[in-house]
């Protein structure tokens, strides 16, 4: 990107102790084609988080208080480019990512891609088909599928609204609410080590209750399913 020509994707990452994860996210990025910056906003890092980031001038640093809406909402504010598009640090983009978002139609104002997780377990394949099957039927993206949207419509929707857990979710039903989002033909690859740490079925089970107890409007259960697993 030229000093003088705005970019035309900003990469909005939410970080938080994510030494071991980071470096493979960030490799993957910047083997991207297309017209883009990145911004990483942290939440607190203890470990070698900020190390890693300021080692790499390609990389905007911000600092945010903890929780990945506030940190996002402070990537947005800070965004150059004309596409907000927000990547988990233990999240891999597939190879065309940034080429494709920047190829959507003028009628394109959101959209996100199909999830998989980097185990190889069949209940991880298993729930990432359930997840993109739902996400085809309702249009509702999950955050770890690599959300992205034209700033303009961020902007005019507020951001992500500053709740402690379920912020993409809420979001992004806002934004199929005014808009049809566009699911990519290629996959994200999410870092599958909660699943696998706290027992795949399990798992499966506590993200079922969430999304009924979402639907029915009751408190979100198992709040200790989104601590941050390292």
């Known amino acids: 990107m030229h000093p003088e020509t705005l970019p035309v994707i900003s990469v909005i990452m939410p970080v938080l102790n994510e030494e071991k994860a980071?470096?493979?996210?960030?490799?993957?990025?910047?083997?991207?084609?297309?017209?883009?910056?990145?911004?990483?906003?942290?939440?607190?890092?203890?470990?070698?988080?900020?190390?890693?980031?300021?080692?790499?001038?390609?990389?905007?640093?911000?600092?945010?208080?903890?929780?990945?809406?506030?940190?996002?909402?402070?990537?947005?504010?800070?965004?150059?480019?004309?596409?907000?598009?927000?990547?988990?640090?233990?999240?891999?983009?597939?190879?065309?990512?940034?080429?494709?978002?920047?190829?959507?139609?003028?009628?394109?104002?959101?959209?996100g891609f199909r999830h998989r997780f980097s185990g190889s377990q069949w209940g991880l394949r298993l729930i990432s088909r359930l997840h993109n099957f739902r996400c085809r039927c309702t249009r509702v993206f999950y955050g770890d599928q690599a959300m992205f949207i034209r700033k303009s419509l961020f902007t005019e929707l507020g951001g992500f609204p500053e709740e402690p857990v379920l912020e993409d979710l809420l979001f992004s039903e806002?934004?199929?609410?005014?808009?049809?989002?566009?699911?990519?033909?290629?996959?994200?690859?999410?870092?599958?080590?909660?699943?696998?740490?706290?027992?795949?079925?399990?798992?499966?089970?506590r993200v079922i209750l969430i999304q009924l107890s979402h639907e029915l409007k009751l408190p979100t259960p198992a709040l200790k399913f989104f601590a941050n697993v390292r």
């Open 174 to 205: 806002q934004v199929a609410r005014v808009t049809t989002p566009v699911t990519m033909d290629s996959d994200v690859i999410t870092d599958s080590r909660k699943f696998e740490q706290e027992g795949i079925w399990l798992s499966l089970l």
């Open 22 to 111: 980071l470096p493979a996210t960030l490799q993957r990025l910047f083997s991207q084609s297309g017209d883009f910056e990145v911004l990483a906003i942290d939440g607190g890092s203890t470990d070698n988080t900020l190390a890693l980031i300021s080692a790499d001038d390609r990389i905007q640093l911000y600092s945010s208080r903890t929780g990945r809406a506030s940190q996002m909402n402070c990537g947005a504010r800070h965004a150059q480019g004309e596409w907000l598009l927000f990547l988990h640090a233990d999240t891999l983009l597939p190879g065309n990512a940034l080429t494709a978002i920047q190829q959507q139609p003028e009628t394109t104002l959101a959209g």
